[in-house]
């Protein structure tokens, strides 16, 4: 077991590395349109710092099964609240203000000791 001194110090030390910043838009309702694509509907969102990493996960394996592919994996603070289908927008990467990028969340790992992890599928951000 780590005491509370450790833990706070691996805390420090991940949150120190996340030079990223991200908005996360929890899904606060879902309905279906005409043609039975789900609408979803987001709060406010929360902004946050975080880590970005760009590395596309996919396997294929026999019997056309193949693994989610993912497009992204973000690292956030401990206590971060977010879920299966909420939506996360990029608008920082390394320090610098970047165009947007949007981010749909599809699995979530259980928080470790020093923060947790969220793995995401790119969207696209309609304008206006």
Known sequence: MFSTTE????????????????I?????NRTKNARGETIK??????????GLE??????EYG?????????????LPLGTVCSVGDEIEIIMRFGQEVPTKRYE??????EGPSGCRAYLKARTVANG
């Open 41 to 50: 509907t987001f709060d406010d969102g929360v902004q946050t710092i975080c």
């Open 7 to 22: 833990l706070n110090g691996m805390r420090s030390v991940q949150e120190a590395h996340m030079m990223d910043a991200c």
């Open 105 to 110: 969340v599809d699995r979530f790992l259980n």
């Open 24 to 28: 996360v838009y929890h899904v606060i």
């Open 54 to 59: 760009m590395q596309p996960i996919g396997r």
């Open 63 to 75: 019997d056309g099964f193949t693994e989610a592919n993912i497009d992204a994996v973000l690292r």
